[in-house]
């Protein structure tokens, strides 16, 4: 009986150091390797915990699925869609740099090769087309798919803006699109452009809640831009993209208040 | 001639049955549903409309489903009748060896087919559901598709007869698989490669299975309209070769080997 008791005493003390050990380990690693460790997982849900960081590689193969979608089906060297996505891009741009991989293959080919020229016109011919107006609307899920992924890939979310916004023109669908962008990205400066843009291009003339998104762009980017490190140029350009958009708006409501007065 | 297509005809029954008891199909079939339902739910962003990629997913499990049918029959062919030992009582008939095994390739495509025809049936009436239209490169897709299975079936058949079960679906669904995403693409690939290793890829690129070749999803689902006839007359002869030759080998084999 005797012995048993030292045993149970053994265990609990063996247990007390291995606890008292382990919280000191612990608040002494802490400020240490705080910084080079961060136990934080970005995001929420069950995405984020199971795959990490490579959401954000899962999340780019989605938005390249929808750029693919974007040609018809064909994996092609353009950016028309990654270009506009940017919220700070003005319109248009030409094809001529645009490659396909039917080009690379027909570069590559010396001698005929008949499993080349069958695999050739099984697939797509070699066109190359981009989908507009409504058809846009099949890149969504893959979009939704990117964002959902990892929620902070802003590129997916302005491009997803741009889809519906520029080619479906469907403002609604455009708004609901930023509004939840921001939801998950709370000032981001792109994000509030593409809202400012929305609503400036709404021909409702909401210009004072335009001004506000613009406004709110310009602080986001002076706020990201004062943390220091070496100025990101999308946020100097969306800066400048959103000062631009609000002397506009400016020059809009000084010339309604000066013909008011005549 | 009429003795054979006696014996073949009671060979590709006793397949079907064999095929149609497992509910391999079935199973495929709800697993298939369990991954398109809740898609096919989906509004992303609160916009409807979208069906590409439901078409897209949709012809994937077609294929992955089919692909899993043709290897799992072509492989269950001859060595459960080696294990079992019935095929002394089939040798035992007035039927040979070639002929057993054109009969018993014969009936495994069938089979094949019946289930590769039940999924696109089931494809058609999802896409007619959702509101879409019978696309007119889809006979095309599915002439392609079955010729692609009896490809299927002829490789597992030889693998069967050279390796054990668990070798020879892996190794044929590598080759399959392999073939279908990166067959294409083993020129470039070899571009960047020492001459051993090139060589190597181009030997594969020669005569590994193509069965990209009968992959017409993305004219399908993307709306690019039908190939050429000539283009599709190479494809079917292209496969009818192979599975020739396939057969051909596999019957050296069986030839060879002690039962």
């Known amino acids: 009986m005797e012995k048993l008791f030292a045993n149970v005493r053994a265990f609990f003390l063996l247990c007390l150091f291995l606890g008292l050990s382990h919280v ?226 400016e020059k809009k409501a000084s010339m309604e208040h000066g013909s008011g007065g005549r | 001639m009429k003795l054979f297509a006696r014996q073949v005809c009671a060979l590709v029954k006793l397949s079907f049955v064999e095929l149609w008891r497992r509910n391999d199909i079935f199973a495929l079939v709800l697993l298939g549903l369990a991954l398109m339902v809740p898609l096919s739910m989906a509004t992303p962003f609160g916009a409807e409309g979208a069906s590409r990629y439901l078409d897209e997913m949709a012809l994937l499990l077609v294929w992955g489903f089919s692909l899993f049918i043709a290897l799992g029959t072509g492989q269950r062919l001859f060595p459960p009748e080696f294990e079992s030992r019935t095929i002394y009582p089939l040798l035992a008939k007035p039927i040979s060896r070639g002929r057993l095994l054109v009969g018993k390739y014969i009936g495994a495509v069938a089979a094949s087919w019946s289930a590769l025809a039940f999924f696109y049936v089931l494809f058609v009436a999802s896409v007619l559901l959702r509101g879409g239209t019978f696309a007119a490169e889809l006979p095309q897709a599915i002439v392609l598709h079955f010729a692609f299975v009896a490809l299927a079936v002829s490789v597992s058949l030889l693998g069967s007869l050279l390796v054990s079960a668990s070798a020879n679906l892996t190794l044929s669904a590598l080759v399959l698989v392999g073939m279908f995403f990166f067959g294409r693409r083993l020129p470039e690939y070899a571009e960047g490669l020492n001459p051993a290793l090139a060589w190597v890829v181009k030997t594969v690129y020669a005569i590994a299975p193509h069965s990209e070749f009968f992959d017409m999803r993305q004219r399908l689902v993307h709306g690019w309209g039908a190939v050429d006839g000539g283009v599709l007359v190479a494809v079917l002869a292209y496969a009818m070769w192979y599975v020739f030759v396939v057969i051909l080998l596999a019957d050296v084999v069986l030839n060879r080997k002690r039962v």
Not at chain 1, 69 to 78: A, P, Q, V
Not at chain 1, 199 to 218: C, K, L, M, P, T
């Open chain 1, 24 to 249: 000191a380990l612990l608040s002494s690693m802490g400020p240490r390797f705080g910084e080079a460790m961060p136990q934080v997982v970005k995001g929420d849900g069950a995405l984020a915990v199971a795959f990490g960081d490579a959401r954000e590689t899962i999340s780019q193969a989605f938005v390249h699925k929808a750029d693919s979608y974007f040609h018809g089906g064909i994996d092609m060297e353009c950016d028309h869609l990654a270009e506009h996505g940017n919220a700070a891009h003005d319109d248009d741009h030409d094809h001529e740099d645009c490659h396909d991989e039917h080009d690379r293959g027909e570069a590559m080919q010396g001698a005929f090769d008949p499993w080349h020229w069958i695999n050739s016109h099984v697939r797509a011919p070699d066109v190359h087309r981009h989908l507009g107006g409504g058809e846009t609307i099949e890149l969504m899920p893959w979009f939704w798919a990117s964002v959902k992924a990892d929620p902070h890939n802003i590129d997916a979310w302005s491009t997803t803006w741009y889809i519906a916004n520029n080619m479906m023109k469907d403002k609604d669908l455009a708004l609901r699109v930023v509004t939840e962008g921001l939801e998950k990205n709370p000032d981001d400066p792109e994000l509030l452009i593409c809202r400012g843009r929305t609503i400036y291009d709404n021909g409702r003339g909401e210009f004072a809640a335009a001004r506000e998104a613009f406004s709110a762009a310009v602080a986001a980017a002076g706020r990201m831009l004062q943390r220091g490190g070496s100025p990101d140029e999308r946020i100097l350009k969306a800066r400048d993209f959103a000062q631009a958009y609000l002397d506009d708006l």
